[in-house]
Nanobody, 114 residues
Framework: QVQLVESGGGLVQPGGSLRLSCAAS????????MGWYRQAPGKERELVATISVYDNTNYSDSVKGRFTISRDNARKTVYLQMSNLRPEDTAVYYC????????WGQGTQVTVSS
């Protein structure tokens, strides 16, 4: 069973930055697409960004140019660098590992407010 542990969430003012991390417990990480998703209150979970084993990245239009996803295979960790944060970025952010099946982390809260 793969475990994913997110960290780095918190409260930040509009225009600020945060970096989320997600550490995987299994070497499956190295051959899997990794992603970040988010879910705001009353809304469905939505894709934020993904990164393939070849470092190909994909972003939702709402975060393109502000967020950067990256991975460190040696550390089995995926990152989400978030800049120029907006109140509408407030959500629980989830890490996802996608291989034959998908695995999810427990989520980390990001709140953007003045």
């Amino acid at each position: 069973q793969v475990q994913l542990v997110e960290s780095g969430g918190g409260l930040v003012q509009p225009g600020g930055s945060l970096r989320l991390s997600c550490a995987a417990s299994d070497n499956l990480f190295r051959i899997s697409t990794m992603g970040w998703y988010r879910q705001a209150p009353g809304k469905e979970r939505e894709l934020v960004a993904t990164i393939s084993v070849y470092d190909n990245t994909n972003y939702s239009d709402s975060v393109k140019g502000r967020f950067t996803i990256s991975r460190d295979n040696a550390r089995k960790t995926v990152y989400l660098q978030m800049s120029n944060l907006r109140p509408e970025d407030t959500a629980v952010y989830y890490c996802n590992l996608q291989n034959v099946r998908g695995y999810w982390g427990q989520g980390t809260q990001v709140t953007v407010s003045s």
